[in-house]
């Protein structure tokens, strides 16, 4: 129903900055939230960031709040993620899901998003 692509990532040193956009298509109207996620070698994909279908709501993890911001273009059914100040940790496979429908959710589980891209790497060197 919905397909997503990530593109953006790259290399960059610490301090620096990248931009990630998500690509939707389909049946984009359909997606109550985006967010990202990443998943760092040896480590279990973790939430990054959501905003919800209006741009009105969007929440952080603690790690990269101060730092990153999301954001969506709903005309163009493009999600953002603008990342300042990287630091080696950020470095990861950064991968945008989406929320199916409507409803009460846990933002951070895996699990309650339905459809995701392929992710884009980002490394940030020290």
């Known amino acids: 129903q919905v397909q997503l692509v990530e593109s953006g990532g790259g290399l960059v040193q610490a301090g620096g900055s990248l931009r990630l956009s998500c690509a939707a298509s389909g049946r984009t109207f359909g997606s109550y939230a985006m967010g990202w996620f990443r998943q760092a070698p040896g480590k279990e994909r973790e939430f990054v960031a959501v905003?919800?279908?209006?741009?009105?709501?969007?929440y952080y993890a603690d790690s990269v709040k101060g730092r990153f911001t999301i954001s969506s273009d709903n005309a163009n059914n493009t999600m953002y993620l603008q990342m300042n100040s990287l630091k080696p940790e950020d470095t990861a496979i950064y991968y945008c899901?989406?929320?199916?429908?409507?409803?009460?959710?846990?933002?951070?589980?895996?699990?309650?998003?339905?459809?995701w891209g392929q992710g884009t790497q980002v490394t940030v060197s020290s």
């Open positions: 899901a989406a929320r199916g429908y409507s409803g009460s959710f846990f933002y951070t589980r895996r699990d309650e998003y339905h459809y």
């Open positions: 905003v919800t279908r209006s741009g009105s709501n969007t």
